[in-house]
Nanobody
Framework: QVQLVESGGGLVQAGGSLRLACKAS?????MGWFRQAPGKEREFVAA????????TYAGSVKGRFTIARDNAKNTAYLQINTLKPDDTAVYYC???????????????WGQGTQVTVSS
């Protein structure tokens, strides 16, 4: 299993930006982000392939969220712009063999980082 450590969450005002980071213990895996708000199911956000850099996003975040990775640092990033109160959630980094919006496709998870957006 890949060990994942997230960072970068926090409290931010609506309209602001955050960049989440996820450092992996191994390289070349697909890395992704999911989020879970209180009382809601875990939701796919974005994923990026470790082989060819292919990216996929949930429709609800397209245009505001950008996923990227630095293979030399085994780190994936999630840039979140124009934050909304509805973006408030725990954001989880994940790793797996290929990009997927289905959480069952991933076999390693980070501990999560809280993002809170105030209105």
């Amino acid at each position: 299993q890949v060990q994942l450590v997230e960072s970068g969450g926090g409290l931010v005002q609506a309209g602001g930006s955050l960049r989440l980071a996820c450092k992996a213990s191994l390289s070349r895996y697909t890395m992704g982000w999911f989020r879970q708000a209180p009382g809601k199911e875990r939701e796919f956000v974005a994923a990026i392939s470790g082989m060819d850099g292919y990216r996929t996003y949930a429709g609800s975040v397209k245009g505001r969220f950008t996923i990227a990775r630095d293979n030399a640092k085994n780190t994936a990033y999630l840039q979140i712009n124009t934050l909304k109160p509805d973006d408030t959630a725990v954001y989880y980094c994940t790793a797996g063999p290929r990009p997927s919006s289905n959480w069952t496709a991933y076999d390693s998870w980070g501990q999560g980082t809280q993002v809170t957006v105030s209105s």
